[in-house]
């Protein structure tokens, strides 16, 4: 099963959202993550779903989208051209006996410590998700009080752009 | 000029060509009814039972017509009662938009009486749905759900319009002529040349078709082609109609309950042409052993039915009478010679096997005889509706059904109680007389629509195939549940003469062909609803059968 990732243009309408979603409920397909957020014209919004699959269940996911009446436009992204970001905010203990270790792992992977209380830190990571998930997997034994991650968002490197009209 | 929300929705429904709607009313659409009683003499206004009977009516106005059909009902339960019926109509690709009211937008959300979120109760079910909370958009919404609802592969439409927004004022202006389709897909050149290499190179090819064929016209086109490469012609339930039942190329239904020597043709073929069909799982049975012999074109207007039930070998996005008239022109005439002298064994071997199944018992009609009787009085035109069981399969084996949109069956939802509403809206779409062939239980379901018959003198005669039990659930008991038989034995005393009689309609009971006889003399001669209640025996069988899960290597022809 691969992973991928898939961007999709729909008309910015209440209840875009649950369609989308719903039907991917409705056909029994997985979602790893999704985020959605404005576009540069007011009319659209971008939907950037992750999802694990074969190329069969890719497929009948691109066309079950197609036939959306609110769905503007789905493209695959090619992960080697395509910019990947998620954030990562995570909330660890702040102790003295672990406060150096996580300064160090902060410095390393380029996080930033965002609040700072006698008894908590809270870092903020963008990265790919690879990266996110090793970040993770580092401060766990230091026990995480807290996290969130905002799933990903991508856009194409270069020219390339997801049109926004049908 | 500035008119009321209410009056829009009705000019809008007759611009769109709307004759005839369906409906029930209620509150949070009393303004909109009271629209609809200024323009009584302009649009036909058919008060149903219970509005799923609305729903099916709408729906089988729309199969019978292939125009959309239009029901109104009132917010929350209203609302809700058209669920199964708009569901009906999506898994059939039936065109139809649905109006629901709703209480005024300031109401919304707060549990209001008689408020639910239609919308969301109905996206899974619809091709698109409306909520429309601002009265400068509800002309244009209604043309677009005419035109989502009549686009591509057909289905049902929502448009859920709360109360304030029908009182509130606007300007409007009608359009000359209804919305037109969004343009259709033709088939890629370099596909269809593909498969006409691989039908020009099959020894035995199978044209499959399903109702496509009927919403995308392509009857004469499909019957051309199975001409051209002498290929016999089978059909899922919901390509009935689309060719005269006596074409010497076709074979029938095949399937769970197909005719065998359509399903036994299909496994010898090496070649299955698809023809807006979808692989439903009653078509193919177990799906891994379905295409074992075969290879599969698979042709049809929505690009998300390619690859979805059945992986192709050869899968075509395209309008279904353009890519048929297009593989006629590329096609090679050919005859296969020997392939249809396996047809006519397998004809032959059909007949020898029905034959051998059927037993007689006496104080019992035949459902065959009952089919047989009932369509030896029946026109070419006259439409044909079922509920759904046993009753719906012996109808689909036998009835000698001629033209398009003469069948109106519930197939990929099974809606029992579908087939009286559907009959309403049929005989009110067409003018033309309607049978409609029941189960006890089926008609039990929605009965209440008989009172919409007599007020509408709807000319249908009601063939119920009285047996006491839920035959089709009752089959597969005996067959797979040691004889089980869980909550399918009635134990009814419904009296369906008297029950028809309360209505104020007619009827008779038959336990001969003879009384049959002169009870389906009596009700094609009925200007109204006429009942006819056929005592049928509990343990008579749909045969064949494929067993859920299996195919054609367990084929079920004779119970002993």
Redesign the interface.
């Known amino acids: 099963m691969d992973q991928y990732v898939i961007g999709v243009i729909v008309a910015n309408v209440s209840g875009v959202l649950s369609r989308v979603s719903g039907m991917f409920t409705r056909r029994g397909f997985n979602i790893d993550s999704l985020t959605v957020g404005e576009t540069e014209s007011s009319g659209f919004s971008r939907i950037t779903i992750a999802f694990h699959g074969d190329e069969d269940i890719k497929e009948r996911i691109l066309q079950q989208l197609q036939k959306l009446h609110d769905v503007r436009e789905v493209e695959v992204l090619d992960s080697k051209d395509t910019v990947i970001r998620e954030l990562l905010l995570i909330k660890v203990r702040n102790k003295t006996e672990i406060r150096q270790d996580i300064m160090t792992a902060v410095e390393i992977f380029r996080s930033k410590i965002v609040d700072y209380s006698p008894t908590a830190l809270v870092c903020e990571l963008t990265g790919e998700t690879s990266k996110i998930d090793a970040f993770i997997q580092l401060l766990k034994p230091y026990g995480i009080m807290e996290m969130r991650r905002t799933g990903i968002v991508a856009i194409e490197r270069g020219e390339n752009c997801l049109k926004t009209v049908k | 000029m500035k008119i009321s929300g209410a009056k829009i929705v009705v000019e809008t429904l007759i611009e769109q060509g709307c004759d005839t709607i369906f409906c029930y009313p209620g509150g949070q659409v009393i303004d909109l009814f009271d629209e609809l009683y200024t323009a009584r003499d302009r649009i036909k206004q058919i008060l149903s039972a219970h509005e799923q009977g609305a729903a099916h009516a709408a729906d089988g106005y729309a199969r019978a017509t292939g125009k959309v059909g239009v029901v109104i009902a009132t917010s929350g339960p209203g609302a809700t009662n058209l669920v199964t019926g708009i569901a009906t109509a999506a898994l059939d690709s039936v065109p139809m938009v649905a109006i629901t009211g709703n209480v005024p937008c300031e109401l919304i959300g707060r549990d209001s009486f008689q408020e639910v979120d239609i919308?969301?109760v109905t996206?899974?079910i619809t091709?698109?749905n409306f909520?429309v909370k601002d009265i400068s958009e509800l002309a244009d919404t209604l043309r677009t759900a005419f035109k989502?609802a009549k686009s591509g592969r057909p289905g049902p439409v929502l448009v859920d319009i709360p109360k304030d927004v029908q009182t509130a004022l606007f300007e409007f202006e009608a359009n000359p002529q209804p919305v037109i389709p969004y343009p259709i897909t033709f088939a890629s050149e370099e596909k269809l040349k593909k498969a006409a290499e691989m039908i020009n190179n099959a020894e035995r090819p199978y044209i499959y078709f399903g109702g496509g064929v009927i919403s995308g016209k392509a009857s004469a086109q499909i019957i051309a082609l199975s001409e051209q490469i002498d290929a016999p012609m089978g059909c899922s339930l919901m390509g009935l109609s689309a060719v005269p039942c006596d074409h010497p190329k076709f074979l029938g239904m095949q399937g769970m309950h197909g005719h065998y020597a359509s399903s036994i043709a299909e496994d010898e073929a090496d070649l299955v042409i698809a023809l807006g069909a979808r692989f439903s799982d009653r078509a193919t049975g177990n799906k891994s052993r379905y295409a074992k012999h075969f290879s599969i074109i698979h042709i049809d207007i929505?690009?998300?039915e390619?690859?979805?039930n059945i992986?192709a070998d050869l899968a075509i996005r395209g309008d279904i009478r353009d890519a048929a008239e297009r593989l006629i022109a590329m096609t090679e005439e050919k005859k296969r010679p020997q392939w249809t002298q396996r047809i006519e064994e397998l004809k032959k071997e059909e007949a020898a096997r029905t034959a051998s199944a059927r037993k007689t018992k006496s104080g019992f009609l035949h459902p065959y005889d009952i089919v047989d009787i009932i369509s030896a009085h029946a026109g070419e035109d006259t439409i044909i509706a079922t509920d759904v069981g046993q009753h719906q399969m012996w109808t689909a084996q036998r009835y000698p059904l001629k033209k398009p949109r003469t069948f109106l069956t519930s197939g990929g939802l099974g809606t029992m109680g579908y087939g009286l509403g559907a009959a309403v809206g049929a005989c009110a779409a067409t003018g033309r007389r309607a049978v409609l062939f029941t189960g006890d239980g089926s008609f039990g379901m929605n009965l209440n629509e008989l009172a919409t018959a007599v007020s509408q003198q709807t000319p249908v005669t009601i063939v119920i195939m009285n047996n006491g039990v839920l035959g089709m659930v009752r089959q597969w008991q005996t067959l797979f549940f040691d004889k089980h038989y869980s909550c399918t034995t009635f134990n009814r005393k419904t009296d369906f003469v008297k029950l028809a009689e309360a209505f104020g309609a007619e009827g008779g009971r038959a336990a001969t062909n003879e009384e049959l006889e002169k009870l389906a003399e009596r009700a094609f001669a009925c200007d109204g609803p006429f009942v006819i209640d056929c005592t049928v025996d509990c343990d008579e069988f749909v045969l064949p059968m494929l067993p859920p899960e299996g195919s054609v290597d367990d084929i079920i022809t004779e119970i002993k």
């Open positions: 919308v969301g996206m899974p091709k698109h909520i989502i929505d690009g998300a390619l690859h979805k992986n």
